[in-house]
């Protein structure tokens, strides 16, 4: 198998899991999320998404397990796309990259 078709399949992968647009993210922009056990099982499953720095933890365990459903449930578009110079830093790159093309998020902000 040629590399840009290894590249193709994983960038497949991970754009299968995002949500056509960011405007489909339709998680809370405030309150407490408490995420199922099939996202975090370790320990930590509930985040108020007033507090940035465990809004960051959610969103990054989101972003790296969720699939589509759970991250249209879970994000929301104008709090990733605030978060995103910090969350982008906490995420694999495949991930960010993944991210940062489906739904048009820089680092700058």
């Not at 459903?69 to 960010?96: S, V, Y």
Request: charge should be positive; hydrophobic fraction near 40%; proline fraction near 4%.
């Amino acid at each position: 198998m040629a590399l840009a078709d290894v590249l193709a399949y994983r960038w497949g992968r991970l754009a299968g899991r995002l949500p056509d647009r960011l405007e489909d993210l339709r998680g809370p922009g405030q309150g407490v999320v408490v995420l199922p056990v099939h996202l975090t099982w370790h320990g930590l499953r509930e985040f108020d998404v007033a507090d940035g720095r465990l809004r960051l933890c959610l969103y990054s365990i989101v972003l790296s397990q969720g699939q589509r459903n759970d991250i249209a449930r879970f994000l929301n578009a104008r709090l990733l796309t605030e978060d995103w110079p910090q969350l982008c830093g906490l995420l694999g790159r495949k991930t960010r990259a993944a991210c940062e093309r489906r739904f048009g998020l820089t680092a700058s902000g």
